[in-house]
């Protein structure tokens, strides 16, 4: 290791931080919260979120969306900007049939569509997923109440490095 250290500051004048700096399979590598796999059908590396860093975000995520943290919907969204299950935020807050009825209603569902969606309960996951809640509280709804996109996001940084 101390070779290829001395390598790089010798012949490309870089500083290596040893206590940093390893040498992994390209796989096992974690950069900037990013990994590399190499795509079977194109035979090329490319990018992606490293696991660990799903793993961490997914759990930070729960934290966020826990029913122990006070404040408003808008309070939320702003602490989160860049996580995807306000849904599930939106329907914990709205603990209560008539409450999860009379939300979806003010969101544009129908009576009864509210009515029936409102009794599958706790299952959050699948309300947010799979019920009229993501019609209700679509991606436009979530954008105007200041919620960024994670992916749109990454896809507005990647155009800008590809130019």
Sequence with gaps: MHSVA???KRKLGLK???TKTHIARTQKLKYL????YKDSKAKEWRCRLHQDSVKKFKSR?????SR???GTVTGKVERISQVTRVRIIIWKQWKVLKKRQWGLQKLGIGKNEA???AYWGDRYQLVAT???LSRAV???VLTKAGLVSCFDYYNERRALKLC
Excluded at 33 to 36: A, I, L, R, T
Excluded at 61 to 65: D, G, I, P, S, V
């Design 61 to 65: 995520l729960k934290e966020l969306t």
């Design 33 to 36: 919260e990013s990994g590399f």
């Design 130 to 132: 799979k019920s009229c």
């Design 6 to 8: 001395d390598w790089m």
């Design 68 to 70: 122990k943290i006070s």
């Design 115 to 117: 009515r029936r969606t």
């Design 138 to 140: 679509s991606k436009d």
């Design 16 to 18: 290596v931080n040893m």
